[in-house]
């Protein structure tokens, strides 16, 4: 199998299962073109984008098992988006060097970890009595791909943004489930949060080699998709540690803690420091 069949395994396949099956073949360099952007990723009806929409659970009622299950079912979606869009990147970048190969290959180590991720989110809601699909699912992640052109714009957006952010969510729910002695829930959170962290050092380590005199403040900025802003890279609560851990320098993470703008899910009145 070749990188591109990989990725056209992840992105053609209608069936769930067939999408999540865990796939470690031996990839050799191959040079390749790039290819236009997929349309939306081959799903079951089921588990297709939908215009209804459902609010996330606040953290009060998620000592209820239909409110932990809606919890689950929105992480799992993100991390479904997550990587198919990642799929996506490996058909739209070209491959000529070897470096371009050692790229692909670290997002398919992504995608692995984000594969399992899932799969331990589905596996949490069944056992609430819901599976994948049973909720409205959106595709407002994967509807920023076309406006991802090259490796610093995705790492930009997937490393320093949406997985960015996944280490405040996931260290806060964590937290949240901990203190509702739900333990099997809060492990699932911590494991995802220590491998966000290794996926967010991917982007770090991306970007710094690659912005020249640029600071990586304004490099990132500048790569970021239209109408995404640094107030989607954090969640609840901020999590000073974990980015020091992957590699983010001091300055940028104090740019992210203070920026401000009208995107609501994190424009708060009183923010909180998680380190």
């Not at 920023?144 to 997937?158: A, D, H, V, W």
């Not at 739900?182 to 970007?207: C, M, P, R, T, W």
Request: aromatic letters at 14%.
């Amino acid at each position: 199998m070749e990188i591109n069949d990989y990725a056209r395994h992840i992105l053609l396949s209608s069936n769930l299962d067939e999408k999540l099956e865990p796939l470690k073949p031996n990839f050799k360099f191959k040079e390749s073109k790039g290819f236009d952007h997929p349309d939306f990723p081959n799903r079951s009806e089921k588990i297709k984008p939908s215009t209804k929409k459902v609010k996330f659970p606040k953290s009060q009622s998620l000592h209820l098992e239909n409110k932990k299950a809606l919890a689950f079912h929105f992480f799992a979606n993100h991390e479904l988006l997550a990587f198919e869009i990642m799929a996506a990147s490996l058909l739209i970048f070209p491959t000529k060097t070897m470096a371009d190969h050692k790229f692909k290959l670290a997002i398919i180590n992504t995608i692995e970890d984000e594969k399992k991720h899932f799969s331990l989110y589905r596996s949490r809601m069944n056992e609430f009595g819901v599976d994948f699909g049973d909720f409205p699912i959106n595709d407002f992640f994967w509807r920023q791909l076309e406006k991802i052109n090259t490796p610093t714009q995705y790492f930009s957006f997937i490393s320093l943004t949406i997985e960015a952010a996944n280490l405040d969510f996931a260290k806060f729910y964590a937290k949240v489930f901990t203190e509702l002695e739900d333990f099997k829930s809060a492990k699932i959170l911590e494991l995802v949060y220590k491998e966000e962290i290794q996926h967010v050092a991917l982007g770090v380590n991306f970007l710094e080699k690659s912005r020249g005199d640029e600071s990586l403040w304004d490099y990132y900025r500048n790569n970021l998709p239209d109408l995404i802003t640094p107030a989607r890279a954090k969640g609840m609560n901020f999590d000073f540690d974990g980015r020091t851990k992957a590699g983010l320098n001091d300055d940028f993470i104090q740019k992210i803690f203070e920026y401000r703008d009208d995107f609501k899910v994190t424009d708060r009145k009183t923010w909180k420091n998680n380190s």
